[in-house]
């Protein structure tokens, strides 16, 4: 069965730097679009970054342009997601996610878009 691993997650002082990285298995990696997304208490699950099947065409949140970078390894069957300059409201639970069925030039930001998700990786981001 498919399976998303996502890890990297940790505590960060604000300014700081944290790598997450999701491991798939159980399916083919490079036909898949792949997404991050993030959950904080309280609050909806909100869309991050998404990136499509070669690594060429990637779309972020207006929240974390210029301070994250998604990227992803199909030989590695991982997806990564750099993210820098960190702020107290990253803090959250990062989820990455998987597109079956996508068609080219579209940005899927809705995780209602996704197949498969991971169980999630804690991310805290202290002042």
């Known amino acids: 069965q498919v399976q998303l691993v996502e890890s990297g997650g940790g505590l960060a002082q604000a300014g700081g730097s944290l790598r997450l990285s999701c491991a798939a298995s159980g399916l083919t990696f490079r036909n898949y679009v792949m997404g991050w997304f993030r959950q904080a208490p309280g609050k909806e699950r909100e869309f991050v970054a998404t990136i499509n099947w070669s690594g060429g065409s990637i779309n972020y949140a207006g929240s974390v342009k210029g301070r994250f970078t998604a990227s992803r390894d199909n030989a590695k069957n991982t997806v990564y997601l750099q993210m820098n300059s960190l702020k107290p409201e990253d803090t959250a639970e990062y989820y990455c996610?998987?597109?079956?069925?996508?068609?080219?030039?579209?940005?899927?930001?809705?995780?209602?878009?996704?197949?498969?998700w991971g169980q999630g990786t804690q991310v805290t981001v202290s002042s």
């Open positions: 996610a998987a597109k079956g069925s996508w068609r080219g030039g579209i940005y899927y930001n809705l995780d209602r878009d996704y197949d498969y």
